[in-house]
């Protein structure tokens, strides 16, 4: 009897916020899954139609804006991703090893950590500008320092310069967060460690790669992963970015989220009769598939390469 | 391939070679892991001078310079009070102040709400003991890792059948605030904070005759105080920075900075030419960092422990 | 090799400038091939003693030797110690081979092989010329250490020098002389230093070494010449073969082996070893030794605490190190693993012969194995010695108390004329004491210090008595002792007693001390 009352009222802690989780978070889940295996789906009656297939998915394996779109990100994530661990080890280990100055490197360090990607990403805009085609603004910041006149992020700029804008500054704003948590780990390994590589003569180079970078490597393996799962959804850089003067992001500059969202708000069928919608729904999954291989990757590959 | 034998006249005993060498190489070292780190953090710091420079630069300067100074060549402070009364017509007349008050509206209830659940949730994860908290804290992480555009589709759907889309009145607030309230990441922080209480004085205070709500609230709360903080002050900066699904389902006059500041970027133009005038817009910019600035500052341990803390459990 | 502590002295300073004195000039010499312990109850200085011959930390004043080598100013990597941590440092996530091996990688051991011979070949291709040059190099050494001692012995007394005249200054008197006369001094001295050493240097220089040396060098290159071509030849041969690339050094070696000349075999030889597999064997060697060889492919995390402990005992000593420390090595360990452990580490260093120096505060421990004990208090040495003659013969109260269990029993009593007397009653004598009277001293009596005796001068009250077989433990009380109780071990072949009933004992006069009140100095 006891027991019962003690679970209900347990339960009852949880009561509101399972119910809007329910609601917010486990009902789309399927009912996600569901709209982009119902091609005819209306969102405006909430209607799924009558045909249950997988039109959607073939539309949008049709569509090349959805190609480009995933490759974009896929283009984002495998340089990013990499790119920025390494170099905020590298940053994380310096810190690391000097005394005098730490505390305020660590903090300039972390500073992007707090700004708006928003915010940040429109300076980059402005940092990387060109004048613009027919007028004549300035131009900007990096065009300036390196005698270039070169359309970076502009209607005119080439694929790779914007990709390379747009890598820069997602490498910029992924620094902080794992600078920081590289640090924590490298505090957190016992001095003991390092004192019995010196009795055993270990030179500096051997300390780091058969020691140090070892015991970090938990926390690699979970930033690595960490930070897959994020770049995957890189929406907002990129749109702050190259985004052109206008609301939206031009559909060459798509990021896969960005397909998405933008299926959201047009309602009705396209010229083969698959809704929108069910498209965006179908993009989405395929987003969360290629995410849940990855991570799967990712966890078998640090279980074989992580020590504990 | 025999190396011949170097003679060692050094008739120095003092100084060892390899000390000396040692000395160096250690001098070196330092100067090269200085010279990276100032390279680095100059780097990191770049993009604010930039900020902060064109946004204090004359209109004409960014229209009609050639080249971008590095210093702004005509101070103009009173692109920053433009840029405050600015509002666009094509947004329907709506100024700063106006998406100002909707963000700190959004921010204090999501923060007052969110914070409120996820201290409730973590609490019966952590604390209690009833059938099935193990399933649900496992479906919790799970969920995790589920990526908010799954979801996106759904949600918007939902929210619009309850008629909150575009909404002329407090729809558009709970539109914006109600799908994101429970967090479960905050939720996974908190319950980790409570964990490591002792048990002996949950234990104490039931022999004590203590509830277990009293106890949440005047044991564990306070005990977990610089995680609540931090909690606290991530969800400010959520609130702050969110963009996408408020601009998706809110009314125009109901929308939060970020709005603001993106349509800022679209709408300052110098109407004559058509020309982007970006010393206005990153005046907005500035407008839009500075209050984040500010709390990092005055917050900043309690921000670097919570991100810190997430990565060591592992 | 031998290990001399010259004035070791070490200095902590705090924030708030609060200076903690943790060693004190501390001397001490531990003979080759010994097994000493470092004494003391915590915070005497014992471990930072320890830890200022592992050259971890750095010392404040003094000198450490290695044999007559200054190594004061070397790093541990550089000292050749080996050091085994209180809580094991095992690297966890590396097995127990890899752990054991990793001190083996980073000797280099393949470049010591070839410079070793290549003294040997020198001497068979060049004799004359080899044996100059390598006295030289050898002299050259030893005088170059002389002389580093020297100065750092000038700059000892140059420091303390200042110190005084601070001292003085501080009390507001005139100094004897002032800090740059001293600081003229000390920069004569050394430059006198240098004058001798230099000369001392061309003396012992032989004539035309540059000539000497080149004539080694050309001696040697003659013969390596033709083979080298040689070799290059093979080199090839062999590289055009692609089956000979897996396991390089092996083929090359199998097939310029015949080839080698004589007197550079030696030297190729090392060139070509296998190192892996020594290392290898050496590792298994060693784990042999410690007794874990059956665990090698585990990783720390699984295994017990003593096993971990060989672990770390083994990777300490598969460098073959001059000295071996270990800190506190029992005190992680349950009670019936100390005792199986510190037998092992007896055994161990016995086999091996090398110098051992280890810290407790565990005075059994210390009593049972150690060659010499050296005990410890406040950061100086209290007495040093063997470990029965200091428990025979403690130096002060410090030492009597510290060892021995039961501890020592404490009375309160009086000199008066060259007899100690509790209660008016005389209850030793020494010629030592001769006929000095003083109001207060301290007797100390080791708990098998009493004897059953009807006309005995000292009373005791019974309150437990415990027949432990061949011993009686009794727990007594007098009014002059310094404790609520004591405890006494009698024989129990003369006992007869019934409880309530007082008893008279008389003292052993060897296991009686008599100390000093305040100082705690033994005067008998």
């Known amino acids: 009897m006891l027991d019962h009352k003690r679970d209900l009222k347990a339960w009852l802690y949880l009561l509101i916020p399972l119910f809007l989780l329910t609601i917010f978070t486990f009902y789309p889940l399927i009912k996600t899954f569901l709209i982009s295996l119902f091609s005819e789906y209306n969102a405006l009656t909430d209607d799924f139609g009558r045909y249950f297939d997988l039109y959607a998915y073939t539309a949008i394996f049709n569509d090349r804006f959805f190609i480009n779109a995933l490759t974009n990100t896929l283009v984002i994530v495998f340089v990013s991703v990499p790119a920025s661990t390494i170099l905020a080890l590298l940053i994380a280990v310096s810190l690391n090893s000097i005394k005098p100055l730490q505390k305020i490197f660590q903090t300039i360090f972390f500073i992007p950590y707090v700004t708006n990607a928003l915010a940040i990403g429109m300076v980059f805009n402005v940092m990387f500008s060109h004048p613009l085609v027919g007028g004549v603004a300035a131009e900007g910041l990096i065009n300036t320092l390196f005698q270039t006149a070169i359309d970076w992020v502009g209607p005119t700029a080439t694929v790779e310069r914007w990709r390379t804008v747009v890598l820069i500054y997602t490498i910029w704003s992924a620094l902080p967060f794992k600078i920081l948590v590289f640090i924590g780990g490298l505090q957190n390994i016992s001095k003991q460690y390092y004192d019995a590589a010196k009795i055993d003569a270990a030179p500096k180079w051997k300390v780091m790669t058969r020691i140090t970078i070892p015991l970090l490597s938990p926390i690699i393996s979970y930033i690595l992963i960490t930070s897959f799962i994020g770049s995957f959804k890189a929406y907002e850089s990129v749109l702050s970015v190259v985004g052109t003067v206008g609301r939206s992001l031009d559909r060459n500059r798509w990021t896969a989220v960005a397909y998405v969202y933008d299926k959201i708000g047009i309602s009705g069928l396209d010229i083969n009769n698959i809704s929108y919608y069910s498209r965006g729904a179908a993009a989405a999954v395929v987003l969360f598939f290629i995410i849940m291989i990855f991570t799967f990757l990712n966890l078998y590959i640090s279980k074989k390469t992580v020590h504990y | 391939m025999a190396k011949a034998i170097h003679l060692n006249i050094n008739q120095d005993y003092q100084f060892d070679q390899k000390l000396k060498i040692q000395r160096t190489a250690q001098l070196f070292r330092n100067i090269l892991l200085y010279t990276f780190l100032t390279v680095t953090a100059f780097v990191v710091i770049v993009p604010f001078y930039w900020m902060l420079n064109v946004s204090f630069q004359s209109s004409n300067e960014v229209l009609n310079s050639l080249n971008v100074s590095f210093f702004p060549k005509v101070f103009s402070p009173q692109n920053y009070l433009n840029v405050f009364l600015y509002s666009s017509a094509a947004q329907g007349n709506i100024d700063f102040s106006r998406y100002l008050f909707n963000t700190v509206l959004v921010a204090f209830f999501t923060t007052l709400g969110g914070t409120f659940f996820s201290i409730l949730v973590a609490f019966a994860l952590a604390r209690l003991n009833f059938k099935g908290r193990d399933l649900i804290f496992t479906i919790l992480l799970a969920t995790m890792m589920i990526p908010g555009e799954m979801l996106v589709i759904s949600n918007f759907v939902t929210v619009s059948r309850l008629g909150w889309v575009n909404a002329n009145d407090a729809g558009s607030y709970l539109a914006v605030i109600i799908p994101f309230l429970v967090s479960i990441f905050h939720i996974y922080l908190l319950r980790q904070t409570f964990k490591q209480i002792p048990n002996e004085l949950y234990y104490a205070a039931k022999v004590d005759g203590c509830t277990d709500f009293k106890y949440l609230w005047k044991v564990m709360v306070p005990m977990a105080k610089s995680s609540i903080v931090t909690i606290i002050i991530l969800r400010i900066m959520g609130t702050w920075n969110a963009y996408i699904w408020q601009d998706i389902v809110a009314n125009e006059k109901y929308k939060l900075v970020t709005t603001w500041l993106r349509s800022s970027f679209v709408d300052l133009a110098d109407t004559g030419s058509g020309r982007v005038l970006t010393n206005y817009q990153m005046a907005a910019t500035v407008i839009v960092t500075v209050p984040l600035l500010l709390l990092f500052i005055f917050f900043r341990k309690y921000i670097m422990s919570g991100v810190s803390r997430s990565g060591v459990k592992g | ?524």
């Not at chain 3, 000497?212 to 073969?241: F, G, R, T």
């Not at chain 3, 077989?469 to 609520?484: E, I, K, M, N």
Request: net charge positive; hydrophobic share 35%.
């Open chain 3, 1 to 524: 090799m031998e290990v001399r502590l010259e004035n070791l002295t070490k200095v902590f300073e705090s924030k708030n400038s609060a200076r903690t004195i943790a060693v004190n000039q501390f001397n001490f010499t531990i003979p080759d091939g010994k097994l000493v312990g470092l004494l003391g109850p915590s915070g005497c200085g014992k471990s930072t003693t320890l830890y200022m011959i592992s050259g971890l930390l750095y010392p404040t004043h003094g000198r450490i030797f290695f044999g007559d080598e200054d190594v004061t100013e070397l790093s541990p990597e550089q000292r050749g110690i080996g050091l085994v941590f209180q809580n094991y440092a095992l690297y966890p996530h590396m097995t127990v081979k890899k752990n054991i091996l990793f001190p083996l990688e980073n000797m280099n051991l393949k470049k010591k092989s070839i410079e070793d011979a290549t003294k040997l070949a020198h001497f068979a291709i060049s004799p004359k010329e080899a044996k100059v040059y390598y006295q030289y190099i050898k002299e050259s050494t030893s005088l170059k250490n002389k002389y580093k001692r020297l100065e750092s012995e000038a700059k000892a007394v140059y420091q303390s020098k200042l110190l005084e005249i601070s001292k003085t200054k501080k009390r507001n008197e005139k100094a004897t002389n002032s800090t740059s006369s001293e600081r003229q001094s000390f920069k004569d001295q050394l430059n006198d230093f240098k004058l001798s050493f230099e000369k001392e240097m061309q003396n012992i220089t032989p004539d035309k070494l540059q000539t000497i040396v080149s004539k080694m060098n050309d001696a040697y290159a003659a013969i390596e010449k033709p083979y080298q071509n040689h070799k290059q030849k093979i080199m090839m041969q062999l590289l055009l073969n692609p089956i000979h690339w897996f396991d390089f050094n092996h083929h090359f070696w199998k097939a310029l082996k015949p080839i080698v000349p004589e007197a550079i075999k030696q030297v190729e030889e090392a060139r070509y070893k296998d190192y892996q597999k020594q290392m290898h064997d050496e590792a298994i060697a060693m784990a042999k030794l410690v007794g874990i060889e059956d665990q090698l492919n585990k990783k720390p995390a699984q295994l017990s605490g003593g096993q971990q402990q060989r672990v770390a005992i083994a990777r300490a000593l598969v460098k073959k190190p001059k000295v071996l420390l270990l800190d506190e090595p029992l005190s992680n360990l349950d009670a019936r693993l100390r005792l199986q452990t510190r037998e092992e580490i007896k055994r161990i260093q016995k086999e091996i012969g090398i110098t051992t120096v280890f810290v407790t505060h565990d005075q059994e421990e210390a009593m049972s194995i150690s060659d010499e004990i050296v005990l410890m208090n406040f950061g100086a040495e209290q007495q040093k010695g063997n470990p029965q003659d200091v428990y025979n013969q403690p130096a002060n109260l410090f030492v009597a108390k510290f060892l021995g269990t039961p501890q020592l029993n404490l009375y309160q009593g009086a000199l008066k004329n060259g007899k100690v007397m509790i209660q008016d009653q005389v209850v030793f004598e020494s010629s030592s004491l001769k006929s000095k009277s003083l109001d207060e001293v301290l007797i100390g009596v080791r708990p098998e210090g009493y004897e059953m005796d009807e006309k005995g001068t000292l009373t005791l009250q019974p309150q437990f008595i415990e027949m432990i077989g061949r011993d009686v433990s009794l727990v007594a009380s007098h009014p002059q002792a310094q404790t609520p109780s004591i405890r006494i071990i009698l024989n129990s072949d003369d006992f007869s007693v019934k409880p309530n009933q007082l008893i008279k004992v008389r003292l052993k006069p060897h296991k009686t001390f008599i100390f000093e009140k305040t100082t705690g100095r033994r005067l008998a």
